[in-house]
Nanobody
Framework: VQLQASGGGLVQTGGSLRLSCAAS????????MGWFRQAPGKGRDFVAA????????LYADSVKGRFTISRDNAKNTVYLQMNSLKPEDTAVYYC???????????????WGQGTQVTVSS
């Protein structure tokens, strides 16, 4: 599975962005898809994940109510809608795919290249 993330950019506090992650390969709907983020000098933190069928979304407490993960299996794409952005959301955002998912980055098998999100105060 190869993953290509896009949609990052610079936005003011309170603004919105939508990240996309396009997957190539077979059986996209068999994989959990997730988003993680990594701020400078910090580890890679879980943001959100979604099951292969698009049910059972899971969110980090820090983004719950502001971010929404979704997927379109016909397009082999997963999205992360980010609203009410805060400066502390600034990070490189990575999409990931795995057969079983979870909130620990090291448990995920496939990774995209990352897209920078910067929220100005």
């Amino acid at each position: 599975v190869q993953l290509q993330a896009s949609g990052g950019g610079l936005v003011q506090t309170g603004g919105s962005l939508r990240l996309s992650c396009a997957a190539s390969g077979r059986d996209f709907s068999n994989y959990f898809m997730g988003w993680f983020r990594q701020a400078p000098g910090k580890g890679r933190d879980f943001v959100a994940a979604i099951s292969g069928s698009g049910t059972m979304p899971l969110y980090a407490d820090s983004v719950k109510g502001r971010f929404t993960i979704s997927r379109d299996n016909a397009k082999n794409t997963v999205y992360l809608q980010m609203n009410s952005l805060k400066p502390e959301d600034t990070a490189v955002y990575y999409c990931a795919a795995d057969a079983t998912g979870g909130t620990i980055a090291t448990m995920w098998m496939y990774w995209g290249q990352g897209t920078q999100v910067t929220v100005s105060s």
